[in-house]
C-alpha cells in the first residue's frame, strides 16, 4: 500500500560508510533532499514529492539512521555520538554523493529539519538551500526553554531520560505512542492517511527503533547542544538561503516570532505560517509543496 503513495518512485538501501540509509528517488533536474520527524518516517512527504518532481527535480526521500527502514545501529560512541545530528547529517550528505549529488537543496521537518540545519552547518559546500518545517534552532529552544515549552515538549525530555526507561514504557504499546502523538499536534487540514500512519506504526514497533529515536533525543540534550553552542560562539551561520514554515497552530507558531529566531542563526531568511499544526507537509501539503518549489526556484 505505500508503494501506492509514492508511485514512479524507486527503493533502495545506500551505504554511508556503514549504514545503509533507505531512500526513494524519482525525478530529473535540481536535487532536494527531503527529510522527516519524529516519529514517522519518508512517507511524510507522499503528497508533497510528487509536485516537486513535477516542477522539475531530483527528489530523494530519506529515512534518517535509526528511523523508517534504514539501518539502526546499536550506540557504541560516547555522549550519544551515534546519533547526534553531526552523524546522521553525515549520513545523508555521504548518501546524495552516492547518488551522484554533490550540491543539492534540503528540507526538513521536525528531526529532519535539525539535520538539515546541521548538514548546511558542516557541509556548506553542498546545501544550496535549506528548508525548514515548524521548529527553531535546537539551541534557542533549549536555551530558552520554560514552562509552556516542558508542557508542549515534554517529549523531549521524556524521551532523553535515561536507565531504558522511555524504551520500556514505548515499547508495552507503540502504536498508542505514534497515533497519540501525532493526534494531539493536529489541527483541522488533510487527515493522515492510513496507510502512512500504519507504516509509521510498523516502523516505530522495532525495539531498536525506539531505543535508536531515544538516543536522537539523548544527543539533543547533549552532544547537539555543544556543537551548536561551539558554532554560534563562533559566529558560524548558515550560509545558504533559508525558508521557514510553521503551523500556525502550532506551538512553534505561538511560542516564537519564527523568522527573527533563525535569523540569529542563518543569513538569508525568509518565511511564512500555514493554516496547520505541527505535521506541516501532511496537514498542509499543497502549500508546502508550492512553497517549498517557489523557494526553490527563487534562490536556484
Known amino acids: 500500500m505505500t508503494d501506492e503513495l509514492l508511485r514512479g518512485f524507486s527503493s533502495r538501501l545506500v551505504d554511508a560508510d556503514d549504514v545503509r540509509i533507505h531512500v526513494r528517488t524519482a525525478g530529473e533536474g535540481p536535487a532536494v533532499l527531503l527529510l522527516h520527524g519524529y516519529p514517522q518516517t519518508h512517507l511524510i512527504w507522499h503528497q508533497v514529492a510528487p509536485a516537486l518532481v513535477a ?18 545501529p546499536a550506540p557504541t560512541a560516547p555522549e550519544h555520538a551515534d546519533y547526534s545530528k553531526r552523524t546522521m547529517a553525515r549520513d545523508q550528505w555521504l548518501v546524495m554523493r552516492a547518488l551522484g549529488f554533490e550540491r543539492f537543496a534540503v528540507a526538513g521537518h521536525d528531526r529532519g ?21 515548524d521548529i527553531v534552532p535546537t539551541r534557542h529552544a533549549l536555551r530558552h526553554a520554560d514552562k509552556d515549552f516542558g508542557l508542549g515538549y515534554y517529549h523531549w525530555f521524556f524521551l532523553a531520560a535515561g536507565n531504558g526507561i522511555p524504551e520500556h514504557l514505548i515499547g508495552a504499546d507503540p502504536g498508542f505512542w505514534v497515533r497519540t502523538r501525532m493526534q494531539a499536534r493536529h489541527h483541522g487540514g488533510t487527515p493522515f492517511h492510513p496507510a502512512a ?8 514497533s522495532d525495539p531498536a527503533a525506539i531505543h535508536a529515536s531515544c538516543e536522537d533525543y539523548r544527543a539533543a ?17 548558515v550560509a545558504c538561503p533559508l525558508l521557514a514554515l510553521w503551523g500556525e497552530h502550532s506551538f512553534v507558531g505561538r511560542a516564537y516570532d519564527v523568522p527573527r529566531v533563525w535569523r540569529e542563526y542563518a543569513a ?33
Open 55 to 72: 516542477r522539475g527535480h531530483s527528489v530523494v526521500l530519506s529515512d534518517l539512521r535509526g528511523y523508517g527502514d534504514s539501518d539502526k
Open 268 to 300: 538569508d531568511v525568509r518565511g511564512r505560517a500555514l493554516p496547520c499544526d505541527h505535521y506541516v507537509p501532511e496537514e498542509a501539503p499543497v502549500l508546502t509543496g508550492q512553497s517549498l518549489a517557489d523557494f526553490f526556484a527563487e534562490v536556484s
Open 197 to 204: 500512519l500504519e507504516e509509521y506504526v510498523r516502523c516505530f
Open 221 to 237: 540534550a547533549g552532544i547537539d547542544l555543544r556543537h551548536d553552542d561551539e558554532d554560534f560562539d563562533a559566529g558560524r551561520r
Open 113 to 133: 529539519g535539525r539535520v538539515g540545519h546541521r548538514m548546511a552547518l558542516d557541509h556548506p559546500e553542498a546545501v544550496s538551500a535549506l528548508a525548514v518545517l
